[in-house]
């Protein structure tokens, strides 16, 4: 990039390597895109891979809004072993032989954490408990409780349960599943509970995110794919493909810029964030609607 040219202005859909924290993905972004203004919607465990979205200049005005849509997950729930992180990241903690757990016991287990739900976050978490992360009260040794929040599985399917024997030489059980939910749900809480509900133990020790509200795997590009070519989504197409589209004409358009609440039409209520464009399909703002109107999240235009 010459010094003339600005940093390219939009979302980057990342296959996240296993091994990278988050921050390491956006600290090695910052250095392809040559600017310090980047930032991530929602963050992955070190072991997972798959998709993260970045933003990349104004672009990182939407990611909040982007965090909190729908996630799909693929990965594999080891029936048997109980770790201290509910994953293959943390010492196992205890070992049970699971190889005659039942099929039916499984889908019976899964269907109790199906729909809306109270989960308790992994302890080994980024969620704070009074102002402190819960992974550093954990490895200072503390005894403390996560309170347990709503979260919402729209989907969790089983496609295959294979025997297996753990390194210790437990016979356990891997079961390869998938996992639609909503922002904020724990896949390794869902491992762990499955597996305390089985009263085998549980964790889970592969987790792939192929999808985030509508950016997908398929979209996503790796690291090194990236340092050869920069693939950026431009802000407007990325904000077509998440939220609603309200085209406004060109009065309401310099209305809206100038800070005035607009009235929103009907069938955007209730829907959330809405991308207003103007009539040359320029990407204006982010808004929601409240008493009626028009509330500005973020301007762009």
Known sequence: MSPKQTPPDGLVIVDKPSGFTSHDVVA??????????VGHAGT????????????????????????LTEKEYLG????????????????????????????????????KLTGRIMQVPSKVSAI????????????DGEDFEIPARPVTISSFTVYDVRDAVAED???????????????????RALARDLGADLGVGGHLTVLRRTRVGPYKLDSARTLDQLQEELTVM?????????????????????LLLNGVRLEMPDEY???????????EGRFLALVEEQKGKAKSLAVFG
């Open 128 to 139: 704070k408990i009074d102002g402190v992360r819960s992974y550093k009260r954990a490895r």
């Open 169 to 187: 030489g437990t016979p356990v059980l891997d079961l390869i599943v998938s996992v639609v939910c909503s922002s904020g749900t724990y896949i």
């Open 76 to 111: 594999t729930v080891r029936l048997g072993q109980n770790t201290l992180t509910d994953d293959a990241e943390g010492e196992i903690t205890s070992s049970t032989d699971a190889s005659g757990v039942a099929r039916d016991a499984i889908d019976a287990g899964i269907a």
């Open 234 to 254: 431009p802000v407007a197409e990325a904000a077509t493909a998440a939220f609603p589209r309200w085209d406004v004409d060109e009065r309401r358009a310099r």
């Open 269 to 279: 209520t209730s829907r959330g964030a809405v991308a207003v464009f103007d009539p």
């Open 44 to 67: 992955l465990d070190p072991m997972a891979t798959g998709v993260l979205v970045l933003g990349i200049e104004r672009a990182t005005k939407l990611l909040g809004h982007l965090a």
């Open 28 to 37: 090695k972004m910052r250095g392809i895109a040559k600017t310090r203004r």
